[in-house]
């Protein structure tokens, strides 16, 4: 449990709830409910051994931040509680609440311990795939989706690895549980189609008669989504989104958007973000709540396929 001030506002608050949830007890020496409630946090932090940080604030020695949090939840007592994640306040509630509504908060924003073993499993894999070791990083993420089935970013960080690896029966067969959902992840559609080129990859003719198809009949879309799909296997996938294009140009909704579908599915399987603390980047001496997320910059190829997928469609 530590003492939020202005002067460790930002790097044990803002920057700390990005890492994992925090919880900002806001209370004051003469407050009796705040003494009855205080102590229950410090049990709960112990009983949920690490799943969230518990911090204090003294209004009387704190005003302005305490004023400012009240402010923005339209509160005017104490003690009062906010959570903070990714670097801002998301939830929060008010008075000396029994154990059990506390925990009823808590559970609501607070990753449960299945949930952090599996969240541990998809660093681990992201550390074993840079130091070049995918059969690792595979396994870690195979347990962390074991772990939750629920949790579609180990799902689709799995079959990205598995897909990359050329997987791609184990890729079909982690895929198929979610392929019927009615409310899909992109990432997870994505992938799909990703699946579905690598398993019409080999069953297609060679790229020379495709090729030769194409130069006979510009209009021969068939040979056309085949030659893509080959290179959608191959993670050729400018080259993909070039013949997709052609096709777009001539008929967007070529055999129900097939065209279109994977072009958009390309785009998401390059897409590779990549979320960081930032600071405020707030004049000196002011303070600001909400925190920031840093996104790796750009991508000038994706950026100039979006455009030409935008002038194709409209």
Known sequence: MKDITQHNFEADLITASVAQPVLLDIWAPWCGPCKTLGPLLEKLETDYAGAFLLTKLDA???????????QMFGVRSIPFCVLFKGGQPVDGFVGALPEGEVRKFLDKHVPSPEERAAAEDMLEAEELLAEGDPDSAIDRLQAALATNP??????????????????????????????????????????????AAMEAAPKARPKAALEAA?????????????????????????????????????????????????????????????????????????????GKLAVTPADPVIDAYRRKLSMAMF
């Open 150 to 195: 629920a949790n579609d970013n180990a799902r689709y960080d799995f079959l990205r690895a598995l897909l990359k690896n050329g997987r791609v029966a184990e890729a079909r067969q982690a895929f198929d549980p979610v392929a019927a959902s009615p409310v899909l992840d992109l990432r997870l559609v994505a992938a799909g189609q990703w699946i």
């Open 60 to 70: 009387d020695a704190e005003p302005e931040i305490a004023a400012q949090l009240s």
């Open 214 to 290: 194409l130069a006979a009949d510009k209009r021969d879309f068939a040979a056309r989504f085949e030659l893509a799909q080959i290179h959608f296997a191959a993670q050729e996938f400018t080259e993909a989104m070039d013949q997709l294009l052609e096709i777009l140009m001539r008929d967007k909704t070529w055999n129900g958007e097939a065209a279109r579908k994977a072009y958009v599915a390309v785009l998401e399987v390059m897409k590779q973000p990549t979320l960081a603390s930032a600071k405020p980047d707030a004049p000196k001496g002011a303070l600001e709540i909400a």
